[in-house]
């Protein structure tokens, strides 16, 4: 034999040996990641701070409801970005009895308003009128909501809840280094707004410690006279004369007459999941619930995650849900939506029937479905569970960063924009892109359209997930990509907060993808099929903060790292 033959029978006899070796040694799985454990309760949210308040909270003997109102008004100390009093938002929850609910304590448009508030002589939108200064706030809707909840579900006295945070807000928070950034890029416009001397008008930096004696003096008699002192006492008379100053509209009429709703949620099955989300006048549970029945018929995980494949068929259903969800969605107390119609399976699966899986449908090709009978990226969103089982999935906004910019500096608080959530003019796109219609027209009394959508999941008839987050439009997408990469894709609650996330939204026409998340070959695939990619820098979509209930009960916190949200348990 020559040399030649014995050294590739030695290789071959090697490969063999590697290749058995191989088949009895895998190579050892990489560990998933997995967020913060805990074996009673949890609390995740935009600010250590308001999470660690939450947990405090709970272990004092207090539940879920209590935990909501202590972790709302934290954020309203800590993250004024969005956190709030000056508000409104939507939180659904889950009785450990598997009680199911959901309360609507959106802003409403003022007494004075009208659908044609916001345009010139000409019928045009007269820039900035609607996002900026004091005509842009609506009724705030934060203190009837979460005094309702906890006075309803609630276990301890308001009082005992609301000092702790108090006393935060006494103490003072640090700035973080993000907070800084966002604080400096809203300086300048603060002061136009509110004067040189305002409070948030002057120099923070990272490392300061904000002492807000206003907003600690505002919750004190909060808490010492309940939800009437926003409404009907000192706290509401202020804010009116405020604002009356500045040539705002909202009277104390208004203050006495907003009441927070209580709502049945939306609820639909993806496959062996229960999705419990907010009706409207949040968009999002008919919305994800669309998107998610749409794709249900597609074998999601043999395509891939995040595969061209995936992204296509997500893509295609969210441009169809979008289209639908700008025609029909409103305030139910003044149009009629038919929701229902619009999840119906027959329905959602005709919407699919012009995808081409070889070419993009245009969304120009694509108007709102025929059925038979706009928002922020500033939101922030929180999830509960108490020791007994309670969960709550609570979504809270400003709409804008820093709402309207009215800071009210006696009260210690901005004021929302929530009046840009309308349609100023219908077909003319709000500041998020989102384009509306008559359902959205702005009418006294009214709630404006929104994207929040605070969901639970139960699998197997059990509590499984809490999840939400901010984004505006992209809200709806964020949450339904964070469910289907727990559930499709096997991750832990961390892996699918974490992982990169699209967006499409109807119009405009083009799919977004997060910074430094779509590669050459998968933009290549979709741009092929005619795509139109949103190439240029893109903002983060969403920043999820959920809960997973794990098989032995413990709970997994998914604190996303692209804001600076944490998980608190015990």
Request: proline share 4%; with cysteine; net charge negative.
């Amino acid at each position: 034999m020559n040399k030649s033959k014995i050294t590739r029978s030695a290789a071959c006899l090697l490969g063999l040996q590697l290749l058995i070796f191989s088949c009895q040694s895998p190579e050892p799985q990489q560990e998933s990641k997995r967020g913060l454990i805990a074996e009673n309760a949890m609390v995740v949210s935009a600010r250590e701070e308001a999470s660690k308040i939450g947990v405090e909270i709970m272990q004092k003997g207090g539940n879920a409801f209590d935990a909501m109102m202590a972790t709302e008004m934290a954020l309203a100390v800590t993250f004024p970005f969005a956190g709030n009093l000056g508000g409104g938002g939507f939180a659904v929850f889950r009785m450990a009895n598997g009680e199911t609910g959901s309360i609507d304590y959106r802003e409403k448009a003022p007494g004075a308003a009208h659908r044609d508030m916001y345009l010139d002589e000409n019928g045009n939108v007269i820039p900035e009128l609607s996002t900026k200064g004091a005509l842009a706030s609506g009724v705030p809707g934060t203190i009837a909501g979460i005094f309702e909840a906890q006075a309803k579900y609630g276990k301890l006295d308001p009082k005992e809840v609301l000092q702790p945070v108090i006393d935060l807000a006494r103490n003072g928070f640090v700035v973080s280094p993000q907070q800084a950034d966002r604080l400096a890029g809203i300086r300048d416009v603060v002061r136009e707004v509110n004067g040189e001397e305002t409070f948030y008008g002057k120099e923070w930096n990272a490392g300061d410690t904000i002492k807000n004696l206003a907003l600690a003096e505002t919750l004190e008699r909060i808490a010492k006279n309940g939800r009437d002192e926003f409404y009907k006492g000192e706290t509401g008379h202020r804010l009116v004369a405020h604002l009356r100053d500045m040539g705002g509209i909202i009277t104390e009429e208004d203050l006495e007459a907003y009441e927070a709703v209580w709502r049945e949620p939306v609820i639909f099955n993806y496959k062996e999941l229960r999705v419990i989300s907010m009706a409207p006048p949040s968009s999002g549970g008919v919305t994800i619930g669309q998107i998610l029945k749409m794709v249900e018929p597609f074998d999601l995980k043999s395509m891939g995650h995040n595969s061209a494949e995936y992204v296509q068929v997500l893509t295609e259903a969210m441009r169809r849900a979008y289209a639908d969800r700008n025609y029909y969605l409103g305030d139910p107390d003044f149009v009629d939506i038919p929701v229902n119609e619009l999840l119906d399976r027959e329905y959602l699966k005709s919407r699919m029937e012009s995808f081409n899986p070889d070419l993009a449908t245009r969304s120009s090709d694509i108007a709102e479905g025929s059925v038979l009978f706009a928002e922020s990226m500033e939101t922030t969103h929180y999830s509960i569970m108490d020791s007994d089982g309670n969960a709550l999935a609570v979504t809270t906004t400003l709409n804008g960063a820093y709402g309207s910019k009215v800071y009210l500096d006696e009260l210690g608080f901005f004021m929302n924009n929530e009046m840009d959530d309308f349609s100023s003019k219908a077909g003319v796109p709000n500041m998020f892109g989102l384009i509306g219609a008559e359902a959205n027209s702005i009418a006294p009394g009214k709630r404006m359209l929104s994207s929040m959508t605070p969901t639970l999941v139960e699998r197997d008839g059990k509590l499984w997930m809490i999840v939400g987050t901010p984004g505006g439009s992209t809200i709806i997408t964020a949450v339904a990509q964070t469910i289907l990469n727990a559930y499709e894709f096997d991750m832990t609650m961390q892996e699918a907060v974490e992982a990169p996330r699209f967006h499409h939204q109807w119009l405009p026409d083009q799919v977004l993808f997060e910074e430094n998340t779509l590669d050459s070959t998968l933009l290549q695939i979709l741009t092929a099929k005619k795509y139109l990619i949103n190439e240029g820098r893109t903002p983060i979509i969403g920043s999820v903060d959920a809960i997973m209930v794990l098989p032995d009960g413990k709970l997994e916190g998914g604190a996303d790292p692209r804001r600076e949200n944490k998980a608190a348990g015990y």
